[in-house]
């Protein structure tokens, strides 16, 4: 430093760094509240340290950690894709036309099944690259663009179905959603899989530092020779291709499809996980873990809530407390 | 006679990092007062603080022979203080109209009177000799008229005090002269003027006395006529300056017959490119000339494949094959420091080691997986190399100053081994001192043999650095100036008047 | 050149553009159906979709600032159980009280956005689900049903000179929010957020005011909605209002208004709102033909159809506009 400090004298902030309180809790917040969300439910909720309580709270939330992760990616881009709960409703209708066979006629049961698991996910992973293709060739802002498939997806899955229920009982099918390894749901493994799967690709793969230095500034991020167009793209196709994933556990779990209601008011609940995980909603900066950390927590309070006699009602105003303290909290610490 | 302005002891700290630290600033009535200092030395802080954007942590302010505190621009305003700023803060899309009159409508039967406010607004453009149309929108007229436009709204507030913040930045020459003429026409009305800039020429022509500043305090205030200009610089940066002065001339002038790196030749784009031809050799500066408009930056976009051009032949490193994106231009060799900094270079919430290695990732990766070990390698040697002044290779660049987030740029391009760099405007708004170690390393890597190609609208720059320079007007080249002929003189005269014949002189 | 060039095209589509296809519609409708130009059928399609152009004039003036308004479908639910418990007082109170309660969602999204500082987007989330849970809570989870005896329920299936009394505050509403727009210092201010903040506010303009306003009058003209609702369908309905939202934004972006803020117009966000409205009208007519069938999902399908090739245009002809020049 000595013979280059020509026109500068050190800063004093890097002299002395002192402990933060308001970055520490920018930083860890998310961590402290699902950490105190336990201990107060240790307190006072009945029966809360058991595999029951774990195994609900883990159902309902797989779903929307693992639209989340999607969701994270596509707003780490600077994006945002409202098309996800139409997309996890067309996967969801269409997973049973295909295993009972009213779509094709089907060589063997085994096979119904595979189908019923690549294909509906296929689909979706491409009407992902359908938001892409409008969002990257046509430059239609991403809230309009993904507003497309928000508005027609759904009527697609029920045009399919007709609006009928289709209900179905098919074990081999249904493990995604219902299957235990070791006393713990399937689907939560998976949703374990997947964020690590997106967060390890967001820290230390090249595509990973591409999609935040798009989000960062785009403009930029072009002359400095990244293929834009494309990283927008491949966003677009996982958070299409995670959606199918989740509609598949939806309507397993549920063993039954309801084209009206699968997925209804995920792309909010998707985007408020985002938010309260400490993902920047503008862009170019994300953290899939918080994304997790976030979904749990909404879950959590609901659950404390509902548990201790609440009315879900009132739940619902207590998510929107939490995600307006957390986003402030965050903006906080950025000052 | 009370002075109009009188701000004593203000400080203020940005996250516990003193920005201000008992600063003062006088200004008399109908004084032209330059306020200078390098960037971060507090001026806009300290402007900010004044017409209420920021809050003050302590010291007084007195304005007209009150005490004041702005709480918001908008009673700054109101109180007689219009602020013009560096970077144009008008509404494009909205009429050049509702540009100049928001904020003091005129109402008839409490409704807008649209009428009347068109015919102030060109009442108000006249002073300054522009006649244009007023009802349409902004972003329909060039960066100069805009500049205008917004200078032209702050005197429409009959203010006391006119504070602009480097106003010249996007003016030629001769709006210069105009905006001069306006500010004496102000001076002589009894109106204070509080001037900003890093032009000498301009503080010296216009201002009558100055307040420097430096590292968040006032340190000296004098009348200009008693300061000379080396004393100037020298208060500025708080160190002698032979190092600054004493750079060395161009390398040798002996003619060079290496074949050239890039060749541009009859390169059209749009109205604003209609005939461009240049070239630049391995080793060599070449300096692209000209006013606003010229088409100098839409000329090397195209080259480095950001815009596509509509005619007209590029031939780099031997192929002419067209580069349709700027990751191909990158691929070839080239690397590109566009125009504008926070727009269009940096990644602001990236560390220094990542916006540092942003365009040699795929190098850097192995079947994707960024290999952090050798990035941090690389990173470290140039953050020496270039003396890059960073807390840590993982600090946010954002929080480094323009002239250290300007060599984070150039390292991300010599970090590749181009064969050609392209610069636009590569010391725009950085300090004197950055700006004199950014010439020197462009210089020190020509001597290596990168092909160099620069554009810079201060003369000084281009004709100290260069050792080719191509003058464009209205989109084409309109003279070649080697060996003595580049001076600011040929320069200038090329500018203003250059035709074929210059580019004969120039080779004779 | 090249700004006016772009900027002009985006403002002449937007406006004629979307008016154009309303046309189209309405001649291809005349031309097809018997009865589609019928007073019954356009006082009916005028009286349904009145409060749907409330909630769109609300979402326009809040786009052209740049934010969004995610809260106005739960607030219109909250507004219509409100409206609904004050309904036995008479029209009037029912009124207020439905608007009073959207002003108070409208309130506290303008606090959220204005004083913490927090995205419209996340801020007007947050308040959808607050409205949406305060809205379940009154009900006790189920609709309300109005009194019939107060006068309340003309507010919805009332006429006035022969107009729906619901298509008349619509109309007044859109004919001071025109008013507002374009012969007001807060309507040009309005406009000026939306095009840049940042300079709006060095520019000495209470930019900070301007957007409280326009987030307020969203949460009200939501509520007024509300009330229509009520009124119409004789409940206060506190699961309706779902997707209304992004419909409302839908006719904006229909109606030529950038998504981005700055640009915008009152008159093609009601052109946007018909248009939106007409298929959903003209599907039931296809219907009626007998020779095709097609079930109510097709019309959301038709609908995002619709805007894919309404955005789908606006893009091709910007860019191409941006190429020439």
């Known amino acids: 430093m000595a013979e280059t400090a020509t026109t500068l004298p050190p800063r004093p902030a890097q002299e002395a760094p002192r402990f933060e309180l308001k970055s520490f809790l920018t930083r860890y917040g998310s961590w402290i509240a699902l950490a105190l969300l336990i201990l107060v439910n240790l307190a006072i909720t009945p029966n809360f340290a058991t595999w029951q309580t774990l195994n609900v709270n883990l159902t309902q939330v797989c779903a929307i950690v693992i639209v989340g992760v999607g969701m994270t990616l596509v707003i780490a881009t600077g994006g945002i894709d409202l098309s996800v709960g139409a997309l996890m409703a067309i996967a969801g209708a269409l997973a049973p036309l295909i295993f009972l066979g009213k779509l094709f006629p089907l060589p063997s049961p085994a096979v119904g099944i595979a189908l019923a698991f690549v294909l509906p996910v296929l689909v979706t992973g491409i009407l992902g690259l359908f938001n892409g293709w409008l969002i990257t060739h046509l430059r239609i802002q991403p809230i309009i663009a993904t507003l497309v498939l928000f508005i027609a997806g759904r009527g697609i899955a029920q045009v399919f179905t007709n609006g009928n229920l289709q209900v179905f009982n098919l074990p081999e099918f249904q493990f995604i959603g219902l299957g235990r390894i070791f006393g713990i749901p399937f689907q939560a493994f998976l949703m374990v899989a997947i964020v690590a799967a997106a967060a390890w690709m967001l820290r230390r793969t090249m595509f990973g530092r591409q999609i935040l230095a798009v989000g960062g500034n785009e403009r930029a991020a072009r002359l400095a020779g990244i293929p834009v167009a494309s990283v927008k793209q491949r966003v677009y196709l996982i958070s299409g291709l995670l959606s199918g994933i989740a509609g598949l556990i939806v309507i397993a779990r549920n063993s039954a499809a309801d084209a009206n209601l699968v997925g209804l008011g995920m792309e909010l609940d998707a985007i408020a996980a985002v938010a309260v995980g400490g993902t920047l909603l503008t862009g170019g900066r994300a953290t899939v873990i918080g994304t997790l950390v976030g979904a749990l927590i909404i879950q959590l309070v609901r659950y404390t809530l509902l548990a201790n006699g609440v009315p879900d009602a009132a739940a619902l105003v207590a998510k929107a407390g939490i995600i307006v303290l957390a986003v402030w909290l965050q903006r906080q610490g950025q000052r | ?508 | 050149m090249n700004g006016t060039m772009t900027f002009k095209t985006l403002q002449t589509i937007g406006r004629f553009g979307v008016l154009l296809a309303l046309i189209t519609l309405i001649v291809f409708g005349w031309l097809r159906y018997d009865n589609f130009l019928g007073t019954y059928n356009v006082l009916s399609v005028l009286r349904y979709n009145s409060m749907f152009a409330l909630v769109a004039l609300g979402m326009c003036f809040v786009i052209i600032t740049g934010g969004i308004d995610l809260s106005v479908g739960s607030t219109a639910a909250l507004g219509s159980v409100v409206a609904a418990l004050a309904s036995p007082y008479g029209a009037v109170p029912g009124l207020l009280a439905g608007l009073g309660a959207g002003l108070m969602i409208g309130a506290c999204n303008a606090l959220i956005i204005t004083r913490l500082n927090i995205l419209p987007f996340i801020a007007t989330l947050a308040t959808m689900l607050a409205a949406s849970g305060c809205a379940l809570l009154l009900a006790g989870n189920q609709s309300v049903s109005v009194s019939y005896e107060s006068g309340f329920t003309e507010l919805g299936q009332g006429d006035f000179l022969g107009f729906p009394v619901p298509a008349w505050i619509a109309l007044v509403a859109y004919l001071l929010g025109s008013l507002v727009l374009n012969l007001t210092s807060f309507g040009r201010t309005v406009l000026a957020v939306g095009g840049n903040e940042d300079a709006t506010r060095l520019m000495g303009l209470p930019a900070t005011r301007v957007k409280a306003i326009v987030y307020l009058a969203s949460g009200g003209l939501a509520g007024l909605a509300g009330v229509i609702l009520a009124a119409q369908f004789g409940a206060g309905q506190p699961i309706e209002g779902v997707g209304w939202e992004l419909f409302a934004i839908a006719a904006v972006v229909v109606g030529g208004t950038l998504l981005t803020g700055g640009v915008g117009s009152v008159g093609s966000t009601l052109a946007g709102v018909l248009l939106l409205g007409l298929i959903f009208n003209i599907l039931n007519f296809e219907n009626g033909l007998g020779w095709i069938s097609l079930s109510a999902y097709w019309q959301s399908v038709i609908r995002g159809l619709f805007l894919l090739l309404v955005v789908a245009i606006q893009a091709r002809l910007s860019v191409r506009t941006e190429e020439t020049v």
């Open chain 2, 1 to 508: 006679m009370a002075p109009l302005l009188s701000m004593h002891g203000i400080n203020k700290r940005f996250a516990g990092i003193p920005a201000l630290r008992a600063a003062e600033l006088v200004v008399e009535k109908g004084e032209v007062h330059a306020l200078i200092g390098q960037n971060g030395a507090g001026k806009s802080t300290l402007i900010k603080i004044l017409t209420g954007y920021y809050a003050k942590d302590s010291g007084e302010i007195v304005f007209d022979g009150k005490p004041v505190t702005f709480s918001s621009p908008q009673e700054a305003q109101g109180a007689g203080i219009s602020t013009i700023y560096q970077e144009i803060n008008l509404v494009p899309y909205r009429s050049v109209t509702e540009n100049i009159c928001l904020g003091r409508e005129k109402r008839r039967f409490g409704l807008l009177d649209w009428r009347a406010m068109h015919a102030e607004a060109r009442a108000l453009l006249s002073r300054f000799n522009i006649d244009i149309d007023v009802h349409r929108p902004l972003m329909a007229y060039p960066t100069a008229v805009q500049q205008m436009v917004a200078i032209a709204r702050a005197i429409g507030f009959e203010a006391k005090l006119v504070i602009m913040d480097e106003p010249t930045s996007s003016l030629d020459e001769r709006e210069v002269e105009v905006l001069f003429g306006v500010i004496r026409q102000l001076k002589a009305a009894g109106v204070s003027v509080i001037f900003v800039s890093h032009k000498l020429d301009e503080l010296y022509s216009v201002c009558d006395r100055v307040t420097i500043m430096r590292d968040g305090r006032t340190v000296q205030v004098a009348p200009m006529a008693e300061l000379s200009r080396l004393d100037l610089v020298t208060t500025m940066l708080g160190r002698e300056l032979t190092q600054v002065l004493q750079e060395g001339r161009k390398a040798d002038d002996t003619v060079d017959t290496r074949k050239p790196i890039l060749k541009v030749q009859d390169l059209a784009i749009g109205r604003r490119v209609r005939g461009v031809d240049f070239e630049v050799r391995p080793g060599e500066i070449v300096g692209l000339a000209g006013l606003l408009g010229a088409g100098r930056t839409e000329s090397v976009r195209a080259v480095f494949g950001a815009d596509k051009p509509d005619t007209g032949m590029i031939r780099f490193a031997g192929s002419d094959k067209a580069m349709t994106e700027p990751a191909d231009a990158i691929r070839a060799g080239m690397g590109f420091c566009s125009e504008d900094r926070k727009l269009e270079g940096i990644i602001p919430d990236m560390s220094v080691r990542e916006n540092l290695t942003l365009a040699l990732m795929p190098q850097l990766a192995r079947r994707g997986i960024v290999d952090e070990g050798r990035s941090r390698e690389i990173v470290d040697q140039f953050i020496k190399r270039l003396g890059i002044r960073c807390s840590d290779p993982e600090q946010r660049i954002r929080e480094l100053s323009g002239g250290n987030q300007q060599k984070v740029l150039l390292a991300r391009w010599l970090c590749m081994n181009p064969k050609l760099l392209i610069l636009d405007e590569p010391t725009r708004g950085i300090d004197v001192g950055a700006k004199a170690e950014i010439l020197s390393l462009i210089r020190e890597l020509a001597g290596q043999g990168l092909g160099v190609l620069m554009i810079s609208s201060e003369l000084e720059e281009i004709v100290e650095a260069a050792s080719r320079i191509f003058v464009l007007r209205d989109g084409r080249t309109v003279a070649e100036l080697e060996g003595d002929a580049v001076n600011e003189q040929s320069v200038m005269a090329a500018m203003a008047h250059g035709h074929e014949s210059n580019r004969e002189a120039a080779h004779g």
